[in-house]
């Protein structure tokens, strides 16, 4: 083998060897590179699944405020809880493992299927709750409506028996007083009466109670003072002395009445006024005037 033959080989050899180490040198680069590369991307991936574990921690925080049933709220820190143990595992995490990144985005996963089914639950509870508070809401007016009818009722009823109570009240009509002397004429002075007479009639009302009626009669002197006739009554909370008393049968008819009062003191001139009292209620009155 020539010289020149040994040379031309030996520059091809260098020539190759050149080739593969260039070749070497630029696949190691490129590889470096596509490392680098992943790991920023591993590196941002990590910050993303950190952001989102972080999220859901606060949202299981804001959930719970939410809420009053304790089971829920017990369930929602119990997710809270591995959640946060969740994302302190990811933190810890290197970048370069990947098989424990894959393993905690495959759990982030989970854990947002999670998230979405309490959201769910509590959003049915609320729209439950609002339901609830509307049906509630409107019970109230119901009983709001009910009372005020049953007031308006006892208004009405109050009333209707107000006017019963006026209609069904006794009227003597037709009131006549007489000062009659010992012949049993008229008197016209004081010193020549002896009895007093007085008639009148209890008007006919259907609407009143048949029955027995005591009737009450107050004869007034000008003084003001009662001719009595030893007994009282009852009339609007106070006690009344009376002049003369008459028991009655009343049958809803027109009842003529006619009762006496004896003169048994001395009698002053002016007017002498009859106030007639049945059923608790002033049912008539009159007046008769005498000279000295």
């Known amino acids: 083998m020539n010289k020149k033959l040994i040379v031309t080989l030996a520059v091809a050899v260098i020539a190759i060897l050149l080739g593969v180490m260039g070749y070497l040198i630029y696949s ?33 925080n804001e959930m719970k405020a939410q809420v009053n049933n304790d089971s829920l709220v017990q369930q929602l820190e ?76 006892s208004v009405e009823k109050e009333s209707l028996s107000d006017k019963v109570a006026i209609a069904s009240q006794l009227d003597a009509t037709g009131l006549r007083i007489m000062a009659l002397n010992k012949r049993g004429k008229d008197a016209k002075k004081t010193k020549d009466v002896k009895k007093f007479q007085i008639s009148f009639n209890i008007a006919r009302n259907v609407t009143a109670a048949a029955g027995n009626r005591t009737i009450y009669l107050r004869i007034l002197k000008p003084t003001g003072e ?33 009762v006496y009062w004896d003169v048994n003191e001395m009698l002053v001139a002016g007017q002498y006024r009859v106030m007639i009292f049945a059923d608790g209620k002033n049912i008539g009155s009159g007046s008769i005037s005498f000279e000295k």
Do not use: C, W
């Open 28 to 60: 190691l680069n490129k590889s470096n590179e596509e490392n680098k590369q992943m790991l920023e991307l591993a590196e941002m991936d990590k910050r993303e699944m950190e952001n989102e574990y972080e999220n859901f921690a606060r949202q299981y």
């Open 78 to 153: 119990q997710e809270q809880k591995r959640t946060q143990e969740l994302l302190e595992e990811l933190r810890q995490t290197k970048n370069n493992d990947a098989a424990e990144i894959a393993r905690l985005k495959k759990e982030l996963a989970t854990m947002r299927e999670v998230l979405k089914s309490f959201v769910a639950e509590i959003d049915s509870l609320n729209r439950l709750n609002e339901q609830l508070m509307g049906e509630n809401e409107n019970l109230r007016q119901q009983q709001a409506q009910q009372q005020q009818q049953i007031s308006n009722l």
């Open 226 to 258: 009662v001719l009595k006739g030893g007994g009282s009554f009852h009339y609007e909370n106070r006690t009344l002395d009376y002049s003369i008393r008459k028991d009655i049968e009343y049958n809803g008819e027109e009842t003529p009445v006619t």
